[in-house]
């Protein structure tokens, strides 16, 4: 019997279901373990043991290597498939978008997803420079997938699941997708290509 994967994850975070997400398209087995991150389970010495950055999504192989960093862990769990171009330019685009996720992207929509529906702050007390960081990704975003289907090479890439992650949950950010149409449907495209239940509300 394969050992299975065991993913320390918070199921609320879309850093964390990314790793699900190509965990499941390949059918490697996985063992979940919630780590509640608003409780501070990421902070405990079992945990930091484990990863001592105190963050999720980790992951601890059969073989006992440990792995952290979202992007980091599902490009090693794609290596080698249809989701990581083989061209070279191609795979350096997808990593383009992949690094621009974490830094302008996820730094903005889950953070303001994160103090609005985690933390429970009202819009007064969330940053205010965050709103527009959000819908300058989002524009970005729109613009780019205004004449493509997906984010390189007109097929699903991590670029399209990394950035889904946390895209398929922006009106919990506060955003309402009908202003970036072309988004709107990637992402639909995308929860259908991996066959998730669309997390949008009704348009
Ligand atoms: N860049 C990291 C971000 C990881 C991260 O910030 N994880 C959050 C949950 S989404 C976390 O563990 N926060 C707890 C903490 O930082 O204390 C990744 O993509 O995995």
């Known amino acids: 019997m394969t050992t ?6 918070d199921s609320g975070s879309g850093n964390c279901l990314k790793v699900k997400f190509v965990a499941d398209r390949f059918g490697i087995p996985l063992k979940w373990i919630e780590i509640d991150v608003v ?14 950055a105190g963050q999720v999504p980790t ?20 290596a080698g498939t249809d989701l990581v171009p083989t ?3 191609d795979r350096a685009l997808m990593f383009q978008w992949m690094f621009w996720e974490q830094y302008s992207h996820e730094t903005a929509i889950a953070v303001r997803r994160y103090y609005k529906k985690f933390v429970k702050k009202s819009d007064d007390e969330i940053d205010p420079a965050l709103m527009p ?5 989002l524009a970005v975003m729109n613009g780019h997938l ?49 066959g998730l239940t669309s997390a949008l509300p009704a348009a």
Request: aromatic fraction near 10%; charge should be negative; glycine fraction near 6%.
């Open 4 to 9: 299975p994967l065991t993913v320390y994850g």
């Open 133 to 137: 960081k959000c819908e300058r990704a």
């Open 87 to 89: 061209d070279a330019f």
């Open 59 to 78: 992951v601890v192989f059969g073989d006992g290597r440990i792995l952290a960093q979202s992007n980091a862990i599902i490009l090693h769990l794609a």
């Open 39 to 52: 409780n501070a389970q990421t902070r405990t010495p079992e945990f930091l043991a484990i990863n001592p």
């Open 146 to 194: 205004d004449s493509r289907h997906y984010f390189v090479g007109e097929r699903l890439t991590l670029a399209d699941i990394a950035l889904v992650a946390y895209t398929r949950f922006s009106h919990e950010a506060g955003l309402d997708l009908a202003r970036w149409p072309s988004v709107r449907a990637w992402v639909l495209r995308v929860e259908q290509d991996l």
